[in-house]
Structures are given as C-alpha cells and as structure tokens.
C-alpha cells in the first residue's frame, strides 16, 4: 500500500510569510494528525482528525495555525504569519479509526526553516 | 496525566553489542506500547508494539516485553548493526489520553563499526 505522502518535503520562508503543507493519508484512514517535531525533541500534536471533523485541537496556536480536511481526505496545514519559534519538522500520521492498538502511519515531514 | 520517560541520549555502541534502551510509563489501565524509529531526515516508522500486559512485540531483532508490574516497556537488541543507528521514540495510548500517542524524548543511537 502506499504510504502518507507530504509536500514540500522542505521549505524555507522569512518570518512573517506566509507557509502552507499537504498531506494525502494512506487509503482508507479516517484518522489524520498533524505534528510539530522541533529538533531534539518528540513529536507534538496539532491537530487530529476523524473523517473530516476535528477530534482535537487544542495544542494548535489558533492564532497563526489553521488546518483543514475537506471531503475526509487529504489535509493541509497553513502558518500565517510564521514566527522564527515554528522551524520544525511538520509531520502528517494516519490510522485506520484511531484506536489505540492501531499504530499511526508518518509521512517524510516537511521540514520549515524560518530566516 | 499519562506520560513515558525514555533513557537519554546518544547512547553510542560498537557493532555486535547488546542494546538497551530503557523506557518506563505512567498511565491508569492498560494502554497500547509502541517503539518508533526514525532514521536521518525521514519520518517516523513503528518498529514494534504491544497492546497488553506480557505481550512481546518484535522486528528486525528489536524486542520489548510489556511490564505492567514495573511499568516499562525496554527495547533490547542481541547484536546491533551500523544501519541501526537512529532516534527511537517510546510511546503509549490509551483511553484516558483519548488514545493519542504519548511521546517520550526519544533515545539517539550511535552505532560504531
């Protein structure tokens, strides 16, 4: 089966632009997380999504952050304004239904540098 | 609130050593373990999982054997390879964390020949 497939796998932007990623999930998951892993350190979750709801979104910076999912299938995550605390590594995970015997699936990443 | 501590790194090794990477949890029932790797500037994959108490999740020679009486989840390896150097991430979940992953620091690995 393919797997989580992300773009741009990398991009460098100036403080203040504005960033946008994609993320197609595996065929057939109805669950989507977006991370944000900054160097030496775990992954932190964004957003999680079921289908084309959101489950959870509360470690999401609303202010700058947003994300959508339209028709339950790929998904993009925006940064608008981007600040030089958001270069990280982005990744996009998918899972059958979010249970938690089912492991999640990870894209490349898409890796943001901020000047 | 559920979390997991992993071992800090680099933990750095000549070929043919035994591994060990320790890793213990916090979290109320029974949740879902995990082991993920992730390789030099890819993505993370799950190397092995375990989703009760004694089971063993294994691949690629890596083991883990869920502890429920000492709370961990140890990576072991009999002989690694210089192909196994990477950042490995313990993780759990389980229905009081709404079955989202819970992370830990992740453990680098260095693997000399």
């Known amino acids: 089966e393919a797997g989580v497939a992300q773009s741009p796998r990398y991009k460098i932007i100036e403080k203040r632009q504005s960033v946008a990623f994609w993320c197609n999930p595996i065929?057939?998951?109805?669950?989507l997380y977006w991370y944000q892993q900054i160097l030496g350190q775990g992954p932190k979750l964004l957003i999680q999504?079921?289908?084309?709801?959101?489950?959870?979104d509360s470690q999401l910076p609303k202010d700058r952050f947003s994300a959508e999912r339209l028709k339950g299938v790929d998904s993009t995550l925006k940064i608008q304004p981007a600040k030089l605390e958001d270069s990280a590594v982005y990744l996009c995970?998918?899972?059958?239904?979010?249970?938690?015997?089912?492991?999640?699936?990870f894209g490349d990443g898409t890796r943001l540098s901020i000047l | 609130g559920n979390s997991v501590t992993q071992m800090e790194g680099p933990v750095t090794l000549s070929e043919e050593a035994f591994l060990t990477i320790n890793c213990t949890y916090t979290a109320t029932g029974y949740p879902s373990l995990f082991w993920y790797v992730q390789y030099p500037g890819e993505g993370l994959q799950l190397l092995l999982k375990a989703t009760k108490a004694d089971d063993k999740g294994s691949n690629k020679g890596f083991e883990a054997t869920y502890r429920k009486e000492t709370t961990s989840f140890h990576l072991e390896k009999g002989s690694v390879q210089v192909s196994d150097s990477a950042v490995y991430f313990c993780?759990?979940?389980?229905?009081?964390?709404?079955?989202?992953?819970?992370w830990g620091a992740g453990t680098k690995l260095i693997i000399k020949p």
């Open positions: 995970a998918s899972s059958p239904d979010g249970r938690e015997d089912q492991p999640q699936h």
């Open positions: 999504f079921q289908n084309n709801g959101v489950v959870d």
């Open positions: 993780a759990l979940s389980g229905a009081d964390s709404n079955y989202q992953l819970i």
């Open positions: 065929s057939g998951h109805a669950t």
